[in-house]
């Protein structure tokens, strides 16, 4: 005990040019402190796997093994290996859980569990944090999981990332995936694999794709194994070691999750009319606009919206990008999109869709989000809708606590999407008595200079830097405010909120898209 | 009064914005406070002083004060412990919030009234947002919406809504209960700045005579100088047989509303969509407001997933003379609004005629003409309340007549 104290306290930390402290060194190995947006310039080349051989490898293809133990045994799965899996199965996902479950029954230890994100469905998780098996999650904490790490029972220390910035992680060798576990609802048994057909269809395997390509072993895991070739393949069977057969990779009905239902709360509702509103007045929406919005019930409702005004218009969206959902998919089907980029399908419509529309296109994460490659898709978009738990007078957000402190969201493509050209922040003022707009974020997730709008049932406030946005609604009638009277005004219906009191160890390090870390979400005080 | 434990408010997974509040008082070991709140890092501290000093404000030195926080606002906390302190302990003190000098703002007689919303007087997670949706009024609830149990508690939380919640404008309107316990409810409400009273049920001239001088009563021992305005409603065959008798029976009444789902019931007839089974009452009504000077005001219209339904029952209100319904969900409001709003005719000719009284006044003349037809005062009042409303509807901007080319001819 006294020892890991002093090897906790060793860790020198250094303040970042957020102003927040950080430390070098995250798990043993050297951490670059965040340096200001686009200031850190990587070098070298990127990570690469070990060279295969054909002759290692079935000349029939067939690369069937019985079961996911004896898959992962002949990978050689051993004490302090990192696991990675997707999450297209979303809270319907059966292997994740079971990965662990078998490396218990067979001793291993200290594993980092590397999943794109993780669900209620893996809390079961937690049973492997506590009897040494997994060392730690690189990923997602939510629900329970969360809470658990936040209060310092999760032995190795957190490292959330952006899907992006996981890409840029394994891209750089940041992160060595020693064995990827893919499940897949069609594949064959050469390996190559897609999201549709099958039982659990969840659409598209976006996530999945640089897994695949960087890890050291990939088995893929399928409830559907289909004849030669599984096309489109998104991943593809030169990649793979080994296929799994299994009855059921995931439960359908949580595969495409409740998350996907417009909003009926008025006041969302309020707040949608007046983003959509915002959008149209501000010049923002025209004829040929790029979008993204998420899957949370006032996202939807605001694709609603939108879709109302590009209709009644006449215009057309160039493309979405998804998180695809059927808002989206009847944009496409009614003529006022041309494409849906798509790294998820969020609902049984957009799976569907993505199964039988040549312009419902899957397009992995791979090349949409990582910071670390030649230009990415998610500067190019002219809206982005996105949430957050907390924002602050900087404009800057939290994404990954609440204001009490816990650890409660994973980061998803949030800091990622920052980079688009109009980032709207739409957001009740406060939830029950939770003011969202604060004097500063608990933790720092996305930096201020990147978020344009946050929009409020009780006001909308425009980030000073974007002049051009202030003056594009000057005269449209819209209740514009500034950040400080809508927190003000938060704090007058609430009261002013105290802030969660933290011990000194770190239980979780927030990292930016360029893999710097931007933040650390330290253990709550009992 | 000898009880020694009671219960207030609300808890529950689906109970949001609320608390629930048990007390009981002891005989020593001063005040233990048990909070479980959802908010507890954030508020604890704050929720606990808030506890005791209300406590202390009641005199009470020993008891057991447990509350269940799904995140309330610090006036429904309030309202929560006063109430259940109500209940073990006979006092006539009031632990009052800080009333918002904007809530103190009177109305006007002739306002529009086009769509109130009601909200249930004992939910505050409905009261918080309702001004948002640009309702014309929100009528906080203390009849049928609230369980005959939480009538006490709701008329203490409706009080502390009318000081502290701001309504962005809206007329701040309190549907009191029937009979003697309507009137208890307005100790509750006229001190705190109500500007419409809604007398539920109303049959008889009498009924609104003992709320009016209720009100006078009150307004006297408070000093207070704010107009109160009443709506009786009418919710029966006897009531739609004395609408005219009751519309004209005190100053006060600004609108008189008809409530169809009671009236339909006391006719023993099906209420169906296109309403011509109240065809009658709904005319009879109208024309009793119209001769007593005063707005007539539809019933609510119960289906809240059927905005097209909505629509053309508006249209169809407005056409028999209408001037406004009650709304029971906030995705009404607008449709509602939408549907009483002047159509662009109404506008243009209402510009018509503002402008020729314009151009009269300049010339001096006492008479306004449009083209041949002469023009009556209260068509010019009329017409500048339509140009007033479809500027507030954003139908016409503030400074429509610099647009307008002055017509020589």
Known sequence: ?526 | MNKRLAVTGNSGPKVRSDCQTELELTDDGGIVIELQSKVQVLYGESIKNQCLEILDFFGIRNAVLKITDSGALPFVISARIEAVVKQVVDTVNEFLPEIREDNKCPSKRDRFRFSRLYVPGNTPSMMINAGLHSADGIILDLEDSVAPEKKDEARILVRNALRQICFYGAERMVRINQGERGLKDLEYVIPHYANLILIPKCESSEEVKRVESKIHELRNLYHLYNEVYLMPIIESAAGVEMSFEIARSSDLIVAIAIGLEDLTADLGVTRTKEGSETLYARARIVNAAKAAGIQPIDSVFSDVGDMEALRLNVLSSKSLGFEGMGCIHPRQVPVVRQGFAPGPEEIEKSKKIVLAYDEARRNGLGVVALGTKMIDQPVVVRAQRTVDLAIRLGLLPDNWKNDIPIETE
């Open chain 1, 1 to 526: 005990m006294i020892n890991q104290l002093e090897s906790e306290m060793a860790i020198p930390t250094t303040m970042n040019a957020a102003g927040r402290e950080v430390p070098l060194e995250v798990n043993g190995k050297p951490a670059i402190p965040f340096k200001g947006v686009g200031k850190h310039k990587p070098f070298g080349n990127k990570y690469g796997p070990p060279i295969p051989s054909c002759s290692d490898f079935p000349d029939d293809g067939n690369k069937v093994v019985a079961t996911l133990e004896e898959a992962l045994l002949r990978c050689g799965i051993r004490d302090g290996m990192t696991i990675s899996t997707h999450h297209h199965l979303r809270d319907g996902d059966l292997i994740s859980n079971r990965i662990f479950e078998l490396a218990a029954v067979m001793g291993v230890k200290d594993l980092v569990w590397f999943p794109s994100a993780s669900f209620p469905c893996n809390d079961p998780i937690m049973k492997y944090l506590e009897d040494g098996t997994i060392n730690r999650i690189e990923g997602s904490m939510n629900g329970p999981l969360g809470r658990f790490v936040s209060e310092g029972r999760m032995k190795g220390t957190a490292v959330l990332r952006s899907h992006g910035g996981r890409v840029q992680a394994i891209q750089d060798g940041d992160v060595k995936i020693d064995i990827a576990v893919l499940v897949a609802p069609s594949a064959d048994a050469f390996g190559n694999a897609r999201g549709t057909g099958g039982k659990s269809a969840c659409g598209v395997l976006g996530y999945a794709k640089a897994d695949s390509m960087y890890a050291d072993k990939v088995i893929v895991v399928t409830d559907n194994l289909v004849d030669l070739p599984c096309l489109p393949a998104e991943i593809e069977g030169n990649y793979v070691d080994y296929v799994v057969v299994v009855d059921r990779i995931g439960i359908p009905e949580k595969i495409v999750s409740g998350t996907t239902r417009i909003t009926k709360s008025p006041d969302r509702l309020l707040i949608a009319e007046l983003t959509a509103s915002f959008l149209e007045k501000s010049g923002i929406l025209r004829d040929g606009v790029t979008m993204q919005a998420g899957a949370g019930g006032t996202s939807l409702a605001i694709a609603v919206f939108i879709h109302e005004i590009l209709k009644s218009k006449g215009w057309k969206s160039k493309f979405g990008f998804g998180g695809s959902t059927k808002y989206m998919v009847e944009m496409l089907e009614q003529g006022q999109m041309g494409y849906i980029l798509d790294a998820q399908a969020f609902d049984l419509d957009a799976v569907l869709s993505a199964g039988r529309n040549p312009n419902h296109i899957p397009y992995p994460v791979y090349n949409a989000y990582n910071y670390h490659s030649k230009g990415n898709l998610t500067s190019m978009m002219d809206i982005m809708i996105l949430g957050a738990t907390e924002v602050d007078l900087n404009f800057n957000g939290n994404v990954v606590t609440h204001s009490d402190g816990y650890l409660l969201h994973g980061i998803g493509g949030w800091q990622n999407c920052l980079h688009a050209r109009n980032v709207i922040l739409p957001l009740p003022l406060f939830r029950d008595r939770i003011p969202v707009i604060v004097d500063e974020v608990t933790t720092l997730c996305g930096p201020g200079e990147l978020i344009d709008v946050v929009i409020t049932e009780r006001g909308i406030a425009i980030n000073p830097l974007r002049e051009d946005l202030i003056e594009s609604v000057r005269n449209s009638g819209l209740p514009l405010r500034t950040i400080k009277e809508l927190k003000d005004e938060a704090e007058n219906i609430c009261g002013k909120p105290s802030r969660p009191a933290f011990d000194d160890k770190i239980v979780a390090a927030i990292k930016w898209v360029d893999g710097t870390v931007i933040d650390v979400v330290r253990k709550i005080k009992q």
